[in-house]
C-alpha cells in the first residue's frame, strides 16, 4: 500500500510560481504513471499532467506554464508551476498507478489559489 501526500500549495498572485511536491510511503519506482489532477469548485476532477515511462502528457490550459517531475530515488512527485492564473485556483491532488490507467492511489490534496 502507497500513501500520497502533497505538499505546497497556497495563495498566490497571478503571475507567480509555486513547487508541488508529491511524497510517497512506499516506493514510487514499480508506479508505471504518476500524475497530477486538479478540482476547481462545483467542476469535476480534471488532469494536469502525467508522466509515465519516457512520456509526459500536460493538459493544453497549462501547456508551457506547469512542469512535472518524478524522483524515484527519494519517492517524490512534483509540480512546478509559473505564471499561474486565478482559473488555476483548485484543490491538487498527485496520484499513482501501478498499471496505468488505473490510479490506485491518490492524495488528499493541496488547496492552490491564484489571486488576480
Known amino acids: 500500500q502507497v500513501q500520497l501526500v502533497e505538499s505546497g500549495g497556497g495563495l498566490v498572485q497571478a503571475g507567480g510560481s509555486l513547487r508541488l511536491s508529491c511524497a510517497a510511503s512506499?516506493?514510487?519506482?514499480?508506479?508505471?504513471?504518476m500524475a497530477w489532477y486538479r478540482q476547481a469548485p462545483g467542476k469535476q476532477r480534471d488532469m494536469v499532467a502525467i508522466?509515465?515511462?519516457?512520456?509526459?502528457i500536460y493538459a493544453d490550459s497549462v501547456k508551457g506554464r506547469f512542469t512535472i517531475s518524478r524522483d524515484n530515488a527519494n519517492n517524490t512527485m512534483y509540480l512546478r508551476m509559473d505564471s499561474l492564473k486565478p482559473e488555476d485556483t483548485a484543490v491538487y491532488y498527485c496520484?499513482?498507478?501501478?498499471?496505468?490507467?488505473?490510479?490506485?492511489?491518490w492524495g488528499q490534496g493541496t488547496q492552490v489559489t491564484v489571486s488576480s
Open positions: 508522466t509515465r515511462g519516457g512520456m509526459i
Open positions: 512506499g516506493s514510487i519506482s514499480n508506479m508505471n504513471a
Open positions: 496520484a499513482a498507478a501501478r498499471q496505468y490507467p488505473v490510479f490506485n492511489y
